[in-house]
């Protein structure tokens, strides 16, 4: 059976499937012993996402600054987010749940669906159904996480939600843009299925500097 050009072939996507189901668990179990096996992980995948950057620019002085910022802040925001003692944990399991549902919509509605492509110069893969599932899915995690949390709105959080949702696709395809500027397919082969630790993560490096700026910005946390 032919397989569409761009799509995984089925063993990519077992590959996928069990690198997920190793890697998921291992994370949340970190995110909820928290410091400092939290500030550990962090650090760790940030030394992994330098090396992946500076292989992908090939050391050009400019993107390795840009590189740097992009690295450095996001990490920022994941430790500022994890160090509240009341709510640390439970914020990143939201936001992780969000982020893991708005890349799973995408993909399962762009697969579906197809139609017309949201960005072809940059990610020929990427549809505006797949966008849409994507904010769709991340906007009723976030409503069943309300649910589960007994926050008092709801519709709220799950607004909340859809938009941290898009804006991590949005980190999807500004990823897709530097690779394809750079010629190149993934940043990495570390995650068998995903390719680099960049292309599981592009789109949770914008999304958790959005929930640190709307918390630090908003009275109290995102969740309330």
């Given at each position: 059976m032919a397989h569409p050009a761009g799509d995984p072939q089925p063993s990519s996507l077992a590959a996928r499937t069990v690198?997920?189901?190793?890697?998921?668990?291992?994370?949340?179990?970190v995110v909820y012993l928290g410091s400092p096996y939290f500030d550990i992980l962090v650090a760790i995948m940030a030394l992994i996402l330098a090396f992946e950057w500076n292989r992908l620019c090939a050391g050009?002085?400019?993107w390795l600054a840009l590189g740097g910022i992009y690295i450095a802040v996001p990490s920022w925001a994941l430790l500022h987010l994890r160090a509240d003692s009341t709510a640390g944990a439970v914020i990143v399991f939201w936001m992780l749940a969000v982020v893991w549902s708005a890349?799973?919509?995408?993909?399962?509605?762009?697969?579906?669906?197809?139609?017309?492509?949201?960005?072809?110069?940059?990610?020929?893969?990427?549809t505006w159904a797949g966008l849409l599932g994507g904010v769709g899915a991340a906007g009723v995690t976030g409503?069943?996480?309300?649910?589960?949390?007994?926050?008092?709105?709801i519709p709220a959080l799950a607004g909340w939600s859809a938009l941290i949702g898009a804006i991590s696709q949005i980190g999807d395809l500004a990823e897709s843009w530097v690779k394809r500027h750079f010629g190149v397919k993934d940043t990495g082969a570390i995650l068998p299925g995903h390719g680099g630790l960049f292309d599981r993560v592009d789109g949770?490096?914008?999304a958790v500097v959005a929930v640190a700026v709307l918390g630090t910005f908003g009275q109290g946390t995102i969740l309330t």
């Open positions: 690198t997920a189901s190793v890697a998921a668990p291992v994370v949340l179990g050009r002085p400019g890349d799973t919509g995408a993909y399962a509605f762009g697969r579906l669906i197809g139609g017309v492509k949201l960005a072809p110069v940059i990610s020929p893969n990427k409503a069943l996480a309300g649910v589960i949390l007994e926050v008092e709105a949770l490096l914008v």
